[in-house]
């Protein structure tokens, strides 16, 4: 996908699934990596609670708040120019009434510039689905492995390893289809069970930790560049050994501080002959007296020194 600088839109996505081209979704929190993402060519941008582990240091995603995504959101649409911006909805945003949901929803779109809000739960959250999309919010949804729901489902565990457990899985995806949710992200449920919800469902369905099948894929950009490099998640590819490489450079900046080979002249700033004279006989002739002497007069010695420099 080419061409004008505009948002891809979920028409954009939609389409991307009619044809059968793989869609990439990654996360990003802030606005240097959306910038990044942007650059390179991926279509969605999700600003996911999961900075709440990721960014925040929380153990779960339970602590984050809509002020906290909307933070995060905010800046990613900032950075991101042509990517579709999602935002989810975190934990107690939409749990409570249908209402609070759309509150929560028009807020975070209001306020982030985002193209979509993403919410989790199949069935359970389809009514609240439906009541944001007929109020004019584009929803993605998510099933399978809920982090939000990490409590009532024992942990983080796979998702759809039984006939029953599969079916549920399916229903929980269909009930957003129906519902008006234009995709479905399937966490962390088998490749097969994924494959077959995909051919089921008319709307992209995004894999993370669900096997090649889906119509697209997301993860974590902390994972996939080893930021972490004491956890990579099973489903995680590591495409770049990032920790190490900033590790690495941090000492060397130590380093370099330490044997004070940085900064050099090349990394400094320096005034010319009459006016380092001027500035050095100031600074000898001041004394603690004259900080409290006022600004008045040293507001116009620096005008009349002219504009500084410019970096």
């Not at 699934?17 to 942007?38: G, K, N, W």
């Not at 492995?145 to 990490?150: I, N």
């Not at 560049?225 to 190490?244: C, I, M, V, Y």
């Not at 044997?259 to 600074?283: K, Q």
Request: proline share 5%; aromatic share 4%.
């Amino acid at each position: 996908m080419t061409g004008a600088a505009r948002r891809i839109t979920i028409a954009d996505l939609q389409r991307m699934r009619t044809r059968r081209e793989p869609i990439t979704m990654i996360t990003a929190y802030d606005y240097p990596t959306a910038r990044l993402v942007d650059q390179a060519g991926i279509p969605i941008i999700l600003v996911g609670d999961s900075l709440g582990m990721v960014v925040l240091g929380y153990e779960s995603t339970l602590p984050v708040t809509v002020d906290d995504m909307i933070h995060h959101g905010a800046a990613v649409v900032r950075g991101a120019k042509r990517a579709h911006v999602v935002v989810d909805m975190p934990f107690g945003s939409y749990q409570t009434t249908k209402e609070d949901a759309l509150r929560n929803a028009v807020r975070i779109m209001q306020e982030t510039g985002c193209g979509s809000v993403k919410l989790e739960g199949g069935m359970r959250s389809a009514a609240t689905v439906e009541y944001l999309v007929n109020a004019g919010i584009p929803v993605m949804g998510h099933v399978g492995l809920t982090p939000q729901s990490v409590n009532q489902l024992g942990g983080y565990k796979i998702q759809g390893r039984t006939p029953r457990d599969a079916v549920r899985v399916l229903n929980d995806a269909l009930a957003l289809e129906r519902a008006g949710a234009y995709a479905v992200v399937l966490e962390v449920v088998p490749a097969g069970v994924a494959a077959g919800i995909t051919e089921k469902l008319t709307v992209p369905t995004i894999g993370i930790g669900a096997g090649p099948f889906c119509s697209g894929q997301v993860q974590v950009v902390h994972d996939m560049l080893a930021l972490d490099d004491d956890f990579t998640p099973k489903h995680a590819r590591r495409f770049l050994e990032g920790a190490s490489l900033i590790r690495e450079a941090l000492v060397e900046y130590r380093e370099a501080v330490e044997a004070r080979t940085f900064p050099t002249e090349d990394e400094s700033f320096f005034l010319d002959a009459a006016r380092r004279a001027r500035v050095e006989a100031r600074i000898a002739q001041h004394t603690v007296d004259a900080a409290h002497e006022g600004v008045d007069a040293e507001v116009a010695i620096l005008s009349a020194e002219g504009e500084p420099e410019t970096l």
